[in-house]
């Protein structure tokens, strides 16, 4: 029996919310299993967030800089008035999209290096100015606590942290969704594929690439502020080239410009990295990643998404001796 | 604040040093690029190897470092070729983002194998000469580092007389001028692409052992920031032009100096990326670069 695609996905979405909404059951309420989860939870956003930003065909380099954005303005807020931290991070989130405006009016001309190189260099700059500059307001290098998004008095607030950080995620990504699917989406890809066409066809880049731009950073930002109220600490380590590249290799990981990429490769390589955790590797670990990463980039160039029709390819190619060999589908 | 002209050109000559170690990054990854239309962010980690193999190899047997330079060089040579068939060669053509997607990969490979081999710890190694300094008027220069300013002239010498005055070379300009034109006239593109990318490395090798020769501490992480910087310069000096290289080399390198000096030394590293982004809002191909790169 063949199942129809769509209905497949639509089941395995299913399925997929409903193990993340038992889990804190199935896990038996481990304050680990669900620390790694939350953490998770905000790392798929942030990454779905990038990937947002590659589908207009813009790989940003620094966008730990916004997540960055989001935790200090949402953890400021915060620590000012008193606000609980569910206000404020929309505040971080929308600090993040406004600055991440202004740095996308100095990118919209520039491609592919260039703008890798700009983001890049906006995150270190900005963790200097973090940690120097605003050092009186930011605590400088030794970082600020920052509240908890539940008070930790309150019996399993674990559970209910992971079902506010799920439910915002969730929601995140369906807006994304919807956006990427709408007429927006389609100006998004047309720009990514040939901008000359796309201007040529009625679509405006500049406008588009600046909407991109702003709506991943704020996404970011969220993320950002989601997991530093979560850890409760903030430090400007958060600018970190290390949190620059994460998103990236999950998406490209699970599969880049697709919905599930990002979630998938996300969930994915933190299993993979919590269980070599518990083998006890310490820098072999990056190694494998390292390794996973350059074999996923050299032959299955559209990542884990496409892994079964790649098999499914493979098998007709091997069914049918006489077939179109290797080199012609390319 | 009186602007002490001995201080200024401590400055300017501690900028010229720096910069030797940009120049030579920046122009191995130039090299690269004009010849494979590739850029390898993980170049840095190539530094970072041939400052642990020039360490590892002077803790054992003791020979002068800078002697070491040329067998450094050889071997990383040998693994960049090795990097590019592995790694490159099979995504060459297939986009821009994989280059940086593989060399992300690269670049926690690379980390992580040598803190596996070698421990994370931050280490210093003493050149023989770290107690000599040459007196010119009333300043002190240590000699170590005007030898490494000569050494990086004379490498640079090297690959001049090499791309213009040998066959290779001729070959390696032909093939980064025109692919297939090269390839026309019996260039074999892919054994240039090999060689282009050997060369490359070695020249990150070398910049990695005259780091550790001057005395800087080294550790597995200390290659990224320099490969990054090396990529903007030659953003800024023009993709594929050596001479734009060697002058964004040597203007990154005061430029650091002076901001670490006049504004405080966490400026030192972001100074590069604010130079890069002005000049990129203004010019969006660099200062030298073509329209359509």
Same mark, same amino acid.
Not at chain 2, 50 to 73: E, H, R
Not at chain 2, 255 to 283: C, H, M, P, Q, T
């Given at each position: 029996?063949?199942?129809?695609?769509?209905?497949?996905y639509?089941?395995?979405?299913?399925?997929?919310?409903?193990? =993340?909404?038992?889990?804190?059951?199935?896990a038996?309420?481990s304050?680990?299993?669900?620390?790694?989860?939350?953490?998770m %939870?905000?790392?798929?956003?942030?990454?779905?967030a990038?990937?947002?930003?590659?589908?207009s &065909? +813009?790989?940003?380099?620094?966008? @730990?800089?916004?997540?960055?954005i989001?935790?200090?303005?949402?953890?400021?807020?915060?620590r000012?008035?008193?606000?609980?931290?569910f206000?404020?991070?929309l505040?971080? &989130?929308?600090?993040?999209?406004?600055?991440?405006l202004?740095?996308?009016l100095?990118?919209?001309r520039?491609?592919?290096?260039?703008?890798?190189?700009?983001?890049?260099?906006?995150?270190v700059?900005? +963790?200097?100015?973090?940690? /120097?500059?605003?050092?009186?307001?930011?605590?400088?290098?030794?970082?600020?606590?920052?509240?908890?998004?539940l008070?930790?008095?309150?019996?399993?607030?674990?559970?209910?942290?992971?079902?506010?950080?799920?439910?915002?995620?969730?929601? =995140?990504?369906?807006?994304?969704? %919807?956006?990427?699917?709408?007429?927006?989406?389609?100006?998004?890809? @047309?720009?990514r594929?040939?901008?000359?066409?796309?201007?040529?066809?009625?679509? +405006?880049?500049?406008?588009?690439?600046?909407?991109?731009?702003?709506?991943? =950073?704020?996404?970011?930002?969220?993320?950002?502020?989601?997991?530093?109220?979560?850890?409760?600490?903030?430090?400007?380590?958060?600018?970190?080239?290390?949190?620059?590249?994460?998103?990236?290799?999950?998406?490209?990981?699970?599969?880049l410009?697709?919905?599930?990429?990002?979630?998938l490769?996300?969930?994915? %390589?933190?299993?993979?990295?919590?269980?070599?955790?518990?083998?006890?590797?310490?820098? @072999?670990?990056?190694?494998?990643?390292?390794?996973?990463?350059?074999?996923?980039?050299?032959?299955?160039?559209?990542?884990?998404? =496409? %892994?079964?029709?790649?098999?499914?390819?493979?098998? /007709?190619?091997?069914?049918?001796?006489?077939?179109?060999?290797?080199?012609?589908?390319? | 604040?009186?602007?002490?002209?001995?201080?200024? *050109?401590?400055?300017?000559?501690?900028?010229?040093?720096?910069?030797?170690?940009?120049i030579?990054?920046?122009?191995?990854?130039?090299?690269i690029?004009?010849?494979?239309?590739?850029?390898?962010?993980?170049?840095?980690?190539?530094?970072?190897?041939?400052?642990?193999?020039?360490?590892?190899?002077?803790?054992?047997?003791?020979?002068?470092?800078?002697?070491?330079?040329p067998?450094?060089?050889f071997?990383?040579?040998?693994?960049?070729?090795?990097v590019?068939?592995?790694?490159?060669?099979?995504?060459?053509?297939?986009?821009?983002l994989?280059?940086i997607?593989?060399?992300l990969?690269?670049?926690?490979?690379?980390?992580?194998?040598?803190?596996?081999?070698?421990?994370?710890?931050?280490q210093?190694?003493?050149?023989?000469y770290?107690?000599?300094s040459?007196?010119?008027?009333?300043?002190?220069?240590?000699?170590d580092? *005007?030898?490494?300013?000569?050494?990086?002239?004379?490498?640079?010498?090297?690959?001049?007389?090499?791309?213009?005055?040998?066959?290779?070379?001729?070959?390696?300009?032909?093939?980064?001028?025109?692919?297939?034109?090269?390839?026309i006239?019996g260039?074999?593109?892919?054994?240039?692409d090999?060689?282009?990318?050997?060369?490359?490395?070695?020249?990150?090798?070398?910049?990695?052992?005259?780091?550790?020769?001057?005395?800087?501490?080294?550790?597995?992480y200390?290659?990224?920031?320099?490969?990054?910087?090396?990529?903007?310069?030659?953003?800024?000096?023009?993709?594929?032009?050596?001479?734009?290289?060697?002058?964004g080399?040597?203007i990154?390198?005061?430029?650091?100096?002076?901001?670490?000096?006049?504004?405080?030394?966490?400026?030192?590293?972001?100074?590069?990326?604010? *130079?890069?982004?002005v000049?990129?809002?203004f010019?969006?191909?660099?200062?030298?670069?073509e329209?359509?790169?």
């Amino acid at each position: 029996m063949r199942v129809e695609k769509a209905v497949l996905y639509r089941y395995l979405t299913a399925i997929a919310l409903g193990i =993340s909404v038992l889990l804190p059951l199935l896990a038996g309420m481990s304050f680990y299993i669900l620390n790694v989860a939350i953490i998770m %939870l905000t790392l798929i956003l942030f990454s779905s967030a990038w990937n947002f930003l590659a589908y207009s &065909g +813009q790989a940003s380099l620094g966008h @730990a800089a916004f997540f960055g954005i989001g935790a200090y303005v949402s953890t400021l807020i915060a620590r000012a008035t008193g606000f609980p931290p569910f206000g404020t991070i929309l505040f971080g &989130g929308l600090v993040a999209a406004f600055i991440g405006l202004l740095l996308g009016l100095t990118c919209v001309r520039l491609k592919e290096w260039f703008l890798a190189m700009v983001t890049f260099g906006f995150a270190v700059i900005l +963790q200097v100015v973090i940690a /120097s500059s605003l050092a009186p307001t930011t605590g400088g290098w030794d970082g600020i606590g920052s509240p908890r998004l539940l008070p930790a008095e309150i019996p399993g607030y674990l559970a209910y942290e992971y079902y506010a950080v799920l439910a915002i995620t969730v929601v =995140s990504i369906l807006c994304i969704h %919807l956006i990427l699917r709408s007429r927006v989406g389609l100006a998004f890809a @047309a720009i990514r594929e040939n901008e000359l066409e796309a201007r040529a066809s009625g679509v +405006q880049p500049v406008r588009y690439k600046l909407l991109a731009f702003t709506v991943s =950073s704020f996404f970011a930002g969220v993320a950002g502020a989601l997991e530093i109220h979560h850890i409760s600490f903030i430090s400007p380590e958060i600018f970190h080239a290390e949190l620059s590249f994460w998103p990236v290799i999950y998406c490209i990981f699970g599969g880049l410009g697709t919905i599930i990429g990002p979630i998938l490769g996300t969930v994915i %390589l933190t299993v993979v990295w919590e269980g070599l955790k518990g083998f006890g590797l310490t820098y @072999a670990r990056f190694v494998i990643i390292g390794v996973m990463l350059i074999l996923v980039v050299i032959f299955l160039p559209r990542g884990l998404v =496409s %892994l079964p029709e790649e098999i499914r390819k493979w098998k /007709s190619v091997r069914k049918a001796p006489l077939g179109p060999d290797k080199g012609s589908d390319r | 604040m009186a602007l002490d002209f001995g201080i200024l *050109i401590q400055v300017l000559f501690w900028g010229l040093y720096a910069g030797c170690i940009y120049i030579l990054l920046a122009t191995g990854l130039n090299l690269i690029f004009g010849v494979m239309k590739i850029v390898n962010f993980a170049h840095g980690e190539l530094l970072m190897l041939g400052a642990y193999i020039t360490a590892t190899v002077f803790v054992l047997s003791g020979f002068n470092p800078y002697v070491l330079i040329p067998f450094t060089m050889f071997v990383l040579g040998l693994i960049g070729i090795g990097v590019e068939r592995l790694c490159f060669r099979p995504i060459l053509g297939t986009g821009k983002l994989n280059e940086i997607f593989l060399s992300l990969g690269l670049i926690y490979i690379f980390q992580n194998g040598v803190a596996l081999i070698w421990g994370d710890d931050r280490q210093v190694l003493n050149s023989p000469y770290q107690t000599i300094s040459v007196p010119i008027g009333d300043i002190q220069l240590p000699l170590d580092y *005007i030898i490494i300013i000569l050494v990086t002239a004379l490498i640079l010498v090297g690959l001049y007389v090499l791309l213009r005055r040998t066959d290779l070379g001729r070959a390696l300009r032909a093939t980064s001028q025109n692919r297939k034109g090269a390839m026309i006239v019996g260039i074999n593109v892919e054994r240039m692409d090999m060689i282009s990318f050997g060369i490359g490395s070695g020249l990150a090798a070398a910049a990695g052992t005259l780091w550790v020769v001057s005395g800087q501490v080294f550790n597995p992480y200390m290659g990224s920031l320099p490969a990054i910087k090396a990529f903007a310069i030659i953003i800024l000096g023009g993709l594929g032009s050596i001479p734009g290289a060697i002058v964004g080399g040597l203007i990154y390198g005061i430029a650091e100096n002076g901001a670490a000096y006049f504004l405080g030394g966490i400026w030192k590293d972001s100074i590069s990326f604010l *130079i890069l982004i002005v000049v990129l809002i203004f010019r969006p191909t660099g200062l030298f670069g073509e329209e359509g790169e």
